[in-house]
């Protein structure tokens, strides 16, 4: 227990379910949700059928790569949740820092949450919430890791991890996500340690100070990358006298 009273959260709380093959470990862990599953439940599969990115997009999810997603069941007050893609970037970044070469190229995260290594894209991360009929929130951590298989990427350079040296297997790369993830959700603390997550995530930060264009749903914007605020949200500095921080958006350098 804590000092306060709160349980600390530790790898024996996670379970793990492994799949040959499946349309979206996202999905998978949905259905679990809608069907009564507590949460803390990994689903991991070789190949996923139908994988998806943020908004929409599709998710080639060929063999020889880690897809992977966590079912967290009411992690933290709705007010709290908009820290939690931070936190994860954080778990996934370290645990691909342990399977990286030492002469591989930079490990950075572009915000919000894609791991590049040497400004290159290897990993996304699709987080989905859910409110079921019981009354609970399901959220749902997608994690896709390019580890020997690099698809295209019409918007941005892509990369994977046998390119950088490294000859770690997708059930290698699992087992410290595994551990990074239980670590790092600890420090968030329910969306308490904000404030420590957003320290962590600055230190490993893609391009701040840097001018970067944004792409909004309606709108395109550019500026200089001011960094983070402490809620996580993207720092724009539009040259006009004024910071304008930002929710979301697809990130762009130059």
Same mark, same amino acid.
């Given at each position: 227990? *804590?000092?306060?009273? $709160?349980?600390?959260?530790?790898?024996?709380?996670?379970?793990?379910?492994?799949?040959?093959?499946? &349309?979206?470990?996202?999905?998978?862990?949905?259905?679990?949700?809608?069907?009564?599953?507590?949460?803390?439940?990994?689903?991991?599969?070789?190949?996923?059928?139908?994988?998806?990115?943020?908004?929409?997009?599709?998710?080639?999810?060929?063999?020889?790569?880690?897809?992977?997603?966590?079912?967290?069941?009411?992690?933290?007050?709705?007010?709290?949740?908009?820290?939690?893609?931070?936190?994860?970037?954080?778990?996934?970044?370290?645990?691909?820092?342990?399977?990286?070469?030492?002469?591989?190229?930079?490990?950075?995260?572009?915000?919000?949450?894609?791991?590049?290594?040497?400004?290159?894209?290897?990993?996304?991360?699709?987080?989905?919430?859910?409110?079921?009929?019981?009354?609970?929130?399901?959220?749902?951590?997608?994690?896709?890791?390019?580890?020997?298989?690099?698809?295209?990427?019409?918007?941005?350079?892509?990369?994977?991890? $046998?390119?950088?040296? &490294?000859? *770690?297997?997708?059930?290698?790369?699992?087992?410290?996500?595994?551990?990074?993830? *239980?670590?790092?959700?600890?420090?968030?603390?329910?969306? $308490?340690?904000?404030?420590?997550?957003?320290?962590?995530?600055?230190?490993?930060?893609?391009?701040?100070?840097?001018?970067?264009?944004?792409?909004?749903?309606?709108?395109?914007?550019?500026?200089?990358?001011?960094?983070?605020?402490?809620?996580?949200?993207?720092?724009?500095?539009?040259?006009?006298?004024?910071?304008?921080?930002? *929710?979301?958006?697809?990130?762009?350098?130059?």
């Amino acid at each position: 227990m *804590a000092s306060d009273g $709160r349980r600390r959260m530790s790898l024996g709380d996670f379970r793990h379910e492994a799949l040959s093959e499946t &349309s979206s470990t996202n999905s998978e862990c949905l259905a679990r949700a809608r069907a009564g599953d507590g949460g803390n439940l990994w689903v991991t599969a070789e190949k996923q059928t139908g994988g998806r990115g943020r908004r929409g997009r599709l998710w080639v999810s060929e063999r020889g790569n880690l897809y992977a997603s966590l079912l967290l069941i009411d992690p933290a007050p709705m007010e709290r949740l908009g820290s939690l893609p931070l936190a994860i970037a954080v778990a996934v970044h370290q645990a691909i820092r342990r399977v990286l070469p030492l002469g591989a190229e930079p490990l950075e995260v572009k915000w919000p949450n894609d791991i590049l290594i040497g400004r290159k894209k290897t990993c996304g991360i699709l987080v989905e919430g859910e409110g079921l009929p019981d009354g609970r929130y399901a959220l749902i951590v997608g994690i896709g890791i390019n580890i020997s298989v690099m698809p295209d990427n019409p918007l941005y350079p892509v990369t994977c991890l $046998r390119q950088q040296g &490294s000859a *770690a297997s997708p059930e290698e790369l699992f087992a410290h996500l595994f551990a990074t993830t *239980a670590e790092v959700l600890e420090i968030w603390d329910q969306g $308490r340690g904000i404030g420590d997550i957003t320290a962590l995530w600055r230190a490993i930060a893609c391009g701040i100070g840097e001018k970067i264009t944004v792409n909004l749903p309606d709108r395109s914007i550019s500026g200089q990358f001011a960094g983070i605020d402490d809620n996580g949200l993207l720092m724009l500095d539009t040259g006009t006298g004024r910071i304008m921080p930002i *929710a979301a958006g697809d990130v762009f350098f130059g």
